[in-house]
């Protein structure tokens, strides 16, 4: 992959696109705690991982428009609720994209001496460290009835588990319901047991969910909708997250 600026970035928090009221992400970050594991007779650091960690560091601008349910009534609110948020590095299919189940710790105001009213916002992980993974929709995606998504090529299977985040941002219909699919040959798919998200009767919404680090998750992955009752909209998006490595543990 060519390298690539910021541009066209998304972040979603809690089923809300606050992607146009964001100025910068000063900070995506998180891993596990180091913990210095050094014996005495070495010369240089041990070091194990230790607890997983996450955060989000954000400036945003002052949208208070109370019809539309902007940024200010989102992050001014400061609940004491987890709240899912995702961020979009592009919004192609496939693209990277970091999601975090965090609390909002704060919601400060800057006014600079030439009018700019900014906000700082601070999300740290609960629970779950930082999640980077892959967008299985390009950014947001809206279906108009039950569809299957184009797939992913994650390369090979793998049998490590995985994880899955959705933000549903607008929903019109009796019900939906987003799954994970996947396939061996890019042709035959069938459902990830464990990887269907919660029955969407309303928006918005979010939700993380996961199966175990031992499930087997085969080469392409899609995100298709099923319904019972019928739906005319359903603008979503979700990010992917397949382990590559054994003893992933929460």
Known sequence: MAKTSGLGDNLYIAGYNASGDIQA?????????????TGIDKSAYERIGGLRS????????FNSDPINGATHEKLSALPRTDVIMTYCRGT???NPAASLVAKQTNYDPTRADDGMLTFAVSAQSNGFGIEWGRQLTAGIRTDTAATNGTAVDTVAAASYGAQAYLQVFAFTGTDATVKIQDSADNVTFADVAGLTFTQITAGPTSERIAVANTATIRQYVRATTTTTGGFTSLAFSVNFI?????GVTF
Request: charged share 10%.
């Open 25 to 37: 992400l000063g900070g995506i970050g998180g891993g596990p705690a180091l913990l210095n594991m």
């Open 92 to 94: 192609q299919l496939s």
């Open 242 to 246: 397949k382990n590559e490595s054994a």
């Open 54 to 61: 996450g955060q989000f560091e954000m400036t945003t601008f």
